[in-house]
């Protein structure tokens, strides 16, 4: 952990700022090219995502359908595509993308169905080209967390079973290498055993969670 303290501390931070709802996938991939132009990367973490609150598929409008899509899937495509020539140049870097538990360990996520199926997107897609660059000095994973405390998931505390933002990213640099998917924070882990022994009833209580959120935000309107 020292030596990882050390490289973060005397790490260049570069930011660019992109509107990823909105830029199509070309404009991403050139921002980023762009950026870091003459600047070995490292590490590309893909870790921008959103989601909505419980709906049926056909309440889910065009703009945030479009806006999701582009987000969790459209954004992490091309800013691969923005880092990869770069790292098979050098044979060496490692690219992260933040999957989901829901589409890992649950075989359903009723009305939360597009946020799940573009997340078990980034999971196929980071086994598949781990595969392809394998032997090539890159390692690409996708790590796939349950709930963290985080603006998104509207928690702002934690608890055993759900870790605050800094909690997990401590984790998640520890198991940077490892496995192609992998669930690095250790009561994920624990609650990823239980929805795999108990997925039917997982799935049934998770739709009537679901089903409760929409009913009660639909009542505040």
Known sequence: MVLADFLIATATVKTVVAD????????IAA??????????VGLLVNNAGMA???KYFHEV???LTESMLRVNVNAAVWATKGVIDGMLKRKRGAILNMGSGSTVYISSFPLLNLYASTKAFLATFSKSISLEYEGQGIDIQCQAPLFVATKMTR???WYVFIPSAKMFSRASVRWIGYNRVCNPYWSHSVQAFVARTMD????WGLECYAKWLRARERSRR
């Open 200 to 203: 039917t009833i997982i799935v």
């Open 52 to 54: 909505s609150l419980p």
């Open 20 to 27: 990823l709802a909105k830029l199509s996938g070309e404009e």
């Open 155 to 157: 928690m702002n505390r």
């Open 31 to 40: 921002a980023i090219a762009g950026a870091t132009e003459g600047i070995d």
């Open 61 to 63: 409008d065009r703009e």
